[in-house]
């Protein structure tokens, strides 16, 4: 089975400018996560979607940051306009579904954002 | 509040050697708590997790947990390390909240460096 894939692997910006980030989580997987991962730092969770919709964006910085996943399918988190501390990996993460806590999440390979 | 702290950020082994990370847990409602790996420019990969059915939870690549309600604990061992060891390991609870379930908390990591 295809694991969860993301693009672009690695991005180079300047502070203000803009970036998206793509995810297409495993198939059949009802639930998609972004997760944020600063150097040095565990993930935090940025939102969660149950299909198409959100359950959880409470640690999204909404200023600036945006996510989507318009079909149920695959997911589109950006960044406008992006400052130097938003320099991290973003995982994109995706399970069967969120009825349990014990709901294994598989990870994708993450995308490392550099902001200048 | 549900939280999770990885005592040592790196912790060194030589090959061969008895394999020990710490992970301690704080939980309102009794958790479901998981071990996590990160190859180099890889996702994370579920080690084990433990759902309440047995208290000592064995995973992939020889490595186990076992899960201590009295001290809050949830410590990782292996006990030969092996050079392919070498990475960077995530405790992390899971629980509802909200509206939001399976929800995982990370604690900050810890870096596993095998020495030959």
């Known amino acids: 089975e295809a694991g969860v894939a993301q693009s672009p692997r690695y991005k180079i910006i300047e502070k203000r400018q803009s970036v998206a980030f793509w995810c297409n989580p495993i198939?059949?997987?009802?639930?998609l996560y972004w997760y944020q991962q600063i150097l040095g730092q565990g993930p935090k969770l940025l939102i969660q979607?149950?299909?198409?919709?959100?359950?959880?964006d409470s640690q999204l910085p909404k200023d600036r940051f945006s996510a989507e996943r318009l079909k149920g399918v695959d997911s589109t988190l950006k960044i406008q306009p992006a400052k130097l501390e938003d320099s991290a990996v973003y995982l994109c993460?995706?399970?069967?579904?969120?009825?349990?806590?014990?709901?294994?999440?598989?990870f994708g390979p993450g995308t490392r954002l550099t902001v200048t | 509040a549900q939280s999770v702290t990885q005592l040592g950020s790196h912790v060194s082994v030589s090959e061969g050697a008895l394999v020990l990370l710490r992970c301690n847990y704080s939980?309102?409602?009794?958790?479901?708590l998981f071990w996590y790996v990160q190859y180099p420019n890889k996702g994370l990969q579920l080690l084990l997790k433990?759902?309440?059915?047995?208290?000592l939870v064995k995973g992939i690549n020889g490595f186990e947990a076992e899960f201590k309600k009295s001290e809050t604990s949830f410590h990782l061992t292996k006990p030969s390390a092996h050079m392919s060891d070498a990475a960077e390991y995530f405790c992390?609870?899971?629980?509802?909240?909200?509206?939001?379930?399976?929800?995982?908390?990370f604690g900050t990591g810890t870096l596993l460096a095998v020495q030959p």
């Open positions: 993460a995706s399970s069967l579904d969120s009825e349990t806590s014990l709901r294994e999440q598989y």
């Open positions: 433990y759902t309440s059915a047995a208290t």
């Open positions: 992390a609870v899971s629980f509802s909240y909200g509206g939001a379930t399976n929800k995982l908390i």
């Open positions: 198939s059949g997987h009802a639930t």
């Open positions: 939980s309102s409602v009794p958790p479901y």
């Open positions: 979607f149950q299909n198409n919709g959100v359950v959880d």
